[in-house]
Each structure stands twice: as structure tokens, then as C-alpha cells.
């Protein structure tokens, strides 16, 4: 009797602990969710026609200024904090290790993003730091991302990161497939 109820006691506690696979869950986010509700850089810019100013206008330095400042300082989606995620973008390696193996790098939406200026908005660029060096990622290779997310503020010489990320994996990006 005392053997079945050690038994029961067991299988009781293993149901309780699901498997590491089981919990090995990355929910998708697309980059607007990185983007707060209301958040409008431009609402200060919409007054100045921009298509009629020349680059050398002090208007147009001045507003280029203004906005590289309200991108630099852009928010981030505090509900995000602490989440694990999975999300497509670009890579930008910032470290690597004595072999070549990536372990810091930036993730950013779209292909050129802070190669160019000006880059992204703060919270459309991901400081993402591995603790496993990622072998073959490459200067703007589309790759999706899965790990923990925070609201972490960071410079790089690329630009402004609103995030930081702890990366459990990456994978080739594969686009969805197409329904017919």
C-alpha cells in the first residue's frame, strides 16, 4: 500500500512538471507591438512640407534633428517586459567571439535599418545577446529570433536599442506560407 501511494505521490509530481519541451513556447510578435498605443513621432512635423524643403535648409536640418532626437528617446511597450518571443528581422552582429561566432548582435525590421541613416526608432531596434555563440550569421541575413524580451535601453554605434534580448535560439526566417 505504501508502495503504490510513493507511486501516485511520483506520477502526481511529474504531471506537475511538464517537460522542458513542452514549455519551450516563444508566442509570435510582429515589430508594431514594439511600438506603444499613441506613440506619433511626426505629430511635431506635420506642420513642414517636407517635399518642398532642399537638404540644406536649416528646416530640414532642424527637423531631421528633431526627429533622429524622438527616435533616439522612442519608447518602449512596457507589456512586453519579461516575455519570451518569437520574431523575424535583420541582423546586425555587434560581437563575436575568437571563432567567429556571433554573441551580441542588433535586430532590426527591415533590410538596410541602421546601416543607413537615420536608424530605426529605439523601439524597432533589439540589442539581442547570446550566451551560446551562433555559428554563420551574417551582416543582414533574415533570421527569426526566439528568447526573453526586456525594456532595456541601449547605445550602440548603429543606434539607440529599446530592448534587450536573451537569446534561446535563432533560425533561417522562412516566410509564412501562402494560402490559396
Not at 27 to 45: H, M, N, S, T
Request: contains cysteine; aromatic residues 8%.
Amino acid at each position: 500500500m505504501m508502495q503504490l501511494f510513493m507511486l501516485a505521490l511520483l506520477l502526481a509530481s511529474m504531471l506537475q512538471s511538464a517537460p522542458l519541451h513542452a514549455t519551450d513556447h516563444w508566442p509570435e510578435i510582429k515589430w508594431e507591438a514594439l511600438v506603444p498605443k499613441g506613440w506619433d513621432p511626426a505629430r511635431d512635423l506635420r506642420n513642414l512640407n517636407l517635399g518642398t524643403l532642399q537638404d540644406s535648409d536649416p528646416r530640414a536640418i532642424e527637423a531631421l534633428e528633431k526627429l533622429k532626437t524622438l527616435w533616439d528617446n522612442a519608447p518602449a511597450e512596457p507589456a512586453h517586459h519579461g516575455k519570451k518571443i518569437r520574431l523575424a528581422g535583420y541582423v546586425l552582429p555587434l560581437e563575436r567571439d575568437k571563432t567567429g561566432k556571433v554573441t551580441e548582435f542588433l535586430l532590426v525590421p527591415y533590410f538596410g535599418a541602421c546601416i543607413h541613416t537615420p536608424p530605426p526608432p529605439a523601439n524597432q531596434i533589439i540589442h539581442a545577446k547570446s550566451a551560446k555563440p551562433l555559428a554563420g550569421v551574417k551582416m543582414m541575413e533574415a533570421i527569426w529570433v526566439y528568447g526573453t524580451l526586456t525594456v532595456q535601453r541601449g547605445e550602440t554605434t548603429w543606434g539607440v536599442a529599446g530592448y534587450r534580448l536573451a537569446v534561446d535560439k535563432i533560425a533561417p526566417y522562412e516566410p509564412p506560407a501562402v494560402k490559396k
